[in-house]
C-alpha cells in the first residue's frame, strides 16, 4: 500500500517537454510521458487526467 506522500511523489514525476525542430516551417510540439497504472488509476479516481 502506498501513503500519500509517495503517491504525490509518483504523479510529480509526469512531465510535459517542449521539443523544438530545427527543420524550417515546423512548429515546436509538446510531448507529455505516458502515465503509470498507478498514475492512471489516481487520476481516474480523481477525475481527472495528466
Do not use: C, Y
Not at 514525476?13 to 521539443?19: C, K, Q, S
Not at 507529455?32 to 492512471?40: A, G, K, N
Amino acid at each position: 500500500m502506498n501513503s500519500l506522500s509517495t503517491l504525490i511523489d509518483d504523479l510529480a514525476t509526469i512531465i510535459r517537454n517542449t521539443a523544438a525542430p530545427r527543420l524550417p516551417g515546423t512548429e515546436p510540439l509538446q510531448v507529455t510521458v505516458r502515465p503509470t497504472p498507478l498514475q492512471r488509476a489516481a487520476f481516474k479516481f480523481l477525475g481527472d487526467r495528466p
